[in-house]
């Protein structure tokens, strides 16, 4: 696959530049103010002062970051970082004293499913082997439930699996109660499917959520039963025909590994070349910019690069 800076499948808006993101983090400790141009700012205050964050708005012009400049200088800030979206012109972060960051928060790269492509379409961009997965979980007999704004019980099943996939594939796993906030706010745009076998018993999940023509592959979990009848490629395959016949134009991934940022994808590698098997276009997203407003930070700034 061919890496994408620009993308006929870019989305209305990012999931995290969303009001219901805002209202969710919100819950997790953090404030938000919307600019005059929709740019979402988030921000969270310690006893050393302000960390803000910007991630993915659709474009920053040099009169967005005046503003939201003017607006955060106000709250004491150690530094403001920008993750930028497809298509960010760079001189412009750059030109207003923006540097590179070697840390990003989201996903750095990540692939994007058509859901306007037909279902055929959607069907040969398959890989071979992964038509042989699907395939595979069919002849077991396994059976796919979608819950559209799951209750708890299903969603503690699901995380108890997730956990266990965790473990095993060294990746970190939010707390529940995470999960639990994000069905509370997105509602009827969260969904989760399930995978059962023939004897009722879970063997994968896959949790979303929907913005707009956007749905986001948040997270997802495989028993060890359903690592060997390959329940996870159904699932997915299920889930891309679900969402589709709902309406949504672009299913994003969520994540693959990146080699401008090793250390923090070198577990990736396993769910990514899972991914990968479905086609879609690979998105590589520019890298975070920071500017540091801290006097401490901004002088060791010029001979090291900070972790942030």
Known sequence: MEVFEYTKMKPELDIRQSDKWAKYLGRMGWESHRTSSGINIYFHRTFLGTIIKIQKPLSVSKKDIKEIEDFCVKL????????PFIGQEIAVLEECGYVKSEVALTPPSTIYIDLTKSE???WESISHSGKYS???AQREGTVTRFYQN???DKMGAYFEMVQVTGKR???YVQPMVDFEEKVKIFGKECHLVLSYDTEGKLLSGKFYLCHRDMVLYSTGGTSEKGLKTKAGYELLWKS???FKGLGYKVLDLEGRDDPRFKDATK???GFSHFKEKFGGE????PHPYIKYFNPVLKFFSKFTNLPL
């Open 240 to 242: 891309i025909l679900y």
């Open 150 to 152: 799951p209750i708890k």
């Open 76 to 83: 004491k800030p150690l530094f403001i970082k920008i993750e």
């Open 169 to 171: 594939k060294h990746f």
């Open 267 to 269: 577990n990736w590698g």
């Open 120 to 122: 055929n379409e959607l």
């Open 134 to 136: 699907i395939k595979r």
């Open 282 to 285: 690979n998105i590589e997203f």
